[in-house]
T-cell receptor, first 115, second 112 residues
Framework: QKEVEQNSGPLSVPEGAIASLNCTYSDRGSQSFFWYRQYSGKSPELIMFIYSNGDKEDGRFTAQLNKASQYVSLLIRDSQPSDSATYLCAVDPLAFSGGYNKLIFGAGTRLAVHP | SAVISQKPSRDICQRGTSLTIQCQVDSQVTMMFWYRQQPGQSLTLIATANQGSEATYESGFVIDKFPISRPNLTFSTLTVSNMSPEDSSIYLC?????????FGQGTRLTVV
C-alpha cells in the first residue's frame, strides 16, 4: 500500500513567520511530488511541484525534496492570513515518462496564520 | 490550463437512490480522473476514465457502484449508485495538463 503521510495540524503560526509543512512517502520509486492548497469548501489548487533532490523556490514558497529520506517539505515565508488553508502533499508513484499523473494524496495539514 | 465545470455543486439524496455527476472540460483531454474526499480526509482516486474504453477502477471501487461514462474528449459522468450515508462525501473530477492536475469545483453529496 503506497502511502503519503502528513501531520494533520493545525499548524498555527504568526503573521510574517515561516510555516514549515512536512510530508513523508512510502514508495521509494516515486518520482514526482506536488503541493496543493485547498481552501475550505474549494477544490485543490497546485502551488508547486518538485522532481529533483534539493530546493525549489517560487516566490514565498520553497519545496524541499530528499529522496533518500523519502521526505518532501513546503516552506512558506512571510506567512499571511490568506495562506490559512489545508495543504495537501501528493505523490506520483510512476515515472512521468510514459505515464500520467496518478496522484496519491496525503491527508493534508491545516495551516492557520494569525495576525 | 483548463476550466472544469462540475455539476451539481451539492445535493442531498435519499439512501438507495443514485446520483449522476457531470464534468465538462473546456479542452480535449485523454484522461479524466474521479476522486472522492470524505469529511476531514484527503482525496482518494476512484477511477480513471479514458475516452473510448472502460474506466479503470482503483482498489476498493467497483463499476457497479460507481459507473462512469466518457462519451467524448471533453465530458465525463460519475454515478454513485444505491447510495448509503457512507457515500456522503465530496466528489471531484480532475484533468491533467503538462504536469499539473486541475480540479472541478466538486460535488458535495449528503445521503440521508
Amino acid at each position: 500500500q503506497k502511502e503519503v503521510e502528513q501531520n494533520s495540524g493545525p499548524l498555527s503560526v504568526p503573521e510574517g513567520a515561516i510555516a514549515s509543512l512536512n510530508c513523508t512517502y512510502s514508495d521509494r520509486g516515486s518520482q514526482s511530488f506536488f503541493w496543493y492548497r485547498q481552501y475550505s469548501g474549494k477544490s485543490p489548487e497546485l502551488i508547486m511541484f518538485i522532481y529533483s533532490n534539493g530546493d525549489k523556490e517560487d516566490g514565498r514558497f520553497t519545496a524541499q525534496l530528499n529522496k533518500a529520506s523519502q521526505y518532501v517539505s513546503l516552506l512558506i515565508r512571510d506567512s499571511q492570513p490568506s495562506d490559512s488553508a489545508t495543504y495537501l502533499c501528493a505523490v506520483d508513484p510512476l515515472a512521468f515518462s510514459g505515464g500520467y499523473n496518478k496522484l496519491i494524496f496525503g491527508a493534508g495539514t491545516r495551516l492557520a496564520v494569525h495576525p | 490550463s483548463a476550466v472544469i465545470s462540475q455539476k451539481p455543486s451539492r445535493d442531498i439524496c435519499q439512501r438507495g437512490t443514485s446520483l449522476t455527476i457531470q464534468c465538462q472540460v473546456d479542452s480535449q483531454v485523454t484522461m479524466m480522473f474521479w476522486y472522492r474526499q470524505q469529511p476531514g480526509q484527503s482525496l482518494t482516486l476512484i477511477a480513471t476514465a479514458n475516452q473510448g474504453s472502460e474506466a479503470t477502477y482503483e482498489s476498493g471501487f467497483v463499476i457497479d457502484k460507481f459507473p462512469i461514462s466518457r462519451p467524448n474528449l471533453t465530458f465525463s459522468t460519475l454515478t454513485v449508485s444505491n447510495m448509503s450515508p457512507e457515500d456522503s462525501s465530496i466528489y471531484l473530477c480532475s484533468v491533467e495538463f503538462g504536469r499539473e492536475a486541475f480540479f472541478g469545483q466538486g460535488t458535495r453529496l449528503t445521503v440521508v
